[in-house]
Every structure is written in C-alpha cells, then in structure tokens.
Nanobody, 124 residues
C-alpha cells in the first residue's frame, strides 16, 4: 500500500506559478513511477506528466510542455509539479498517482494508488 497526499494548490492569476507537492508513505517509494493527472469539472481525468522510478526520465502532455516540470526526491518520498505560465484552462483538481508499471503511463488504469487531489484555480 502507498498513501499519497497532495498539497500546494490554490488560486493564482494567469501567467503565475504554483508548485504542487505529493508526499508518499507506505511501501518503498522508489519502486514506483509517479504521475500527475488533473480533472476539470465535467471532464474526464487526464494525464499531465510522469516520471520514472529514478527520476531519470520524464514525459509531459503536449499542452503543458515547456510550462510544467515534474521531479522527485526519493530520499524524501516526494514528487513535485512545478507549474509556470499558468492558463485558465489549467484550472482543475490535480492528482498524484503511483504506478508499479515500468516508466508509468498516460492512462488512469496504469496507476495503482491515488491521492485525494488538490484544487488549482487560474483566474484570467
């Protein structure tokens, strides 16, 4: 079992920045690839970014490339999502997720554990 708790969400103006954090506890954090997803009202949960177990490989969804950066600190059992140049369309609940599958994936069903989410609201 892995427990995940997100923090760092909030209200920010368009063009601003936020840094989301995800604290993991339970079984060995370094055994899991990690991902960030988001869900806007009335929409399905969608992939944002993923990072491999060691942090050596990352992948971002096209709409956030060049703006968002995923990183992790295995010594602290933490994963982060630095979000810059935020847009109103980035408004959503952001979820941290852990995957026992390879590099992690881009689909919801490829992840085994989920946090409760943190709200990000970008005002235009």
């Amino acid at each position: 079992q892995v427990q995940l708790v997100e923090s760092g969400g909030g209200l920010v103006q368009a063009g601003g920045s936020l840094r989301l954090s995800c604290a993991a506890s339970g079984r060995s954090f370094s055994l899991y690839a990690m991902g960030w997803f988001r869900q806007a009202p009335g929409k399905e949960r969608e992939f944002v970014a993923r990072i491999s177990r060691t942090g050596g490989r990352t992948y971002n969804e096209d709409s956030v490339k060049g703006r968002f950066t995923i990183s992790r600190d295995n010594a602290k059992n933490m994963v982060y999502l630095q979000m810059n140049s935020l847009k109103s369309e980035d408004t959503a609940v952001y979820y941290c997720a852990a995957s026992g599958y390879g590099l992690g994936g881009v689909r919801v069903h490829e992840y085994d554990y989920w946090g409760q989410g943190t709200q990000v609201t970008v005002s235009s």
